[in-house]
């Protein structure tokens, strides 16, 4: 191969890998800003700590948006929930939900905090408060998903064990009769109910600053390419 065809040959794997190194950092900056705006708006929320009533979970015009709620209900007799792969403080754990349904009939999931799980797997008990309870706390998105892979719950015992939080095949599987508002609520840890917890949005996943600097290090690869396929095109070539 003449050394013209293997520049040209080189100059295509080059713009190949500039253009996928840059995609990636592209993508990790803009999950940085994504998740940047989310802190800071649930930032602003928990400062002012103004109420909105339960049954605002239930609006899908803000089932990306974070609200400070409180207000009255009962907790539905279905079992309990349990999202799998929890981590808090560097221990393997779930997090549990219950369904909960305010005055207005609204039905939401709350998140009653984090609990471990031992090698044995076994699922551990989470009580369901009995008769007319107040619940404040902030309403907010699920957990991020990652992957959707199926309907994400399983029957588990009394209760469901989920992969991921998703309202609608919650619903479904646990077989309410009115939807799942699109938002959960994240229990106020003064209340003395519940499990350990905090308002920590993202103790499961990357936070900003990892993001920054994994697009650092994408977009350092591609210069690194663009500028070690300088050096190659330009080397005198020996005789």
Known sequence: MSRQRTLVFGWL??????????NLGLWQSRRAVEKQA??????Q???ARAPVALAAAADSARAHRYDWAA???????????WLDNQQREGRAGVR????????RGTALLVDLGWLPLGGDRVLPPIARPAGQIELRGLLAPPPSPGIALGSGVARSGDGWLLTRVDPAAIAAATGLSVPLAPRVLRLDPALPLGHARDLELLANTLPPAKHR??????????L????????????????
């Open 13 to 22: 794997l080059a713009v190949a890998a500039i253009t996928l190194f840059s």
């Open 38 to 43: 989310m802190l800071d708006a649930a930032a």
């Open 45 to 47: 929320v928990l400062d």
């Open 71 to 81: 207000g009255a209900g009962r907790f539905d007799p279905r079992g309990p929930l």
């Open 96 to 103: 549990a939900y219950r369904i909960f349904v305010t005055e």
């Open 213 to 222: 600097g994994y697009a650092l290090q994408w977009f350092a690869l591609a």
């Open 224 to 239: 690194a390419v663009l500028v070690t396929a300088l050096i190659l095109t330009f080397r005198r070539p020996r005789r």
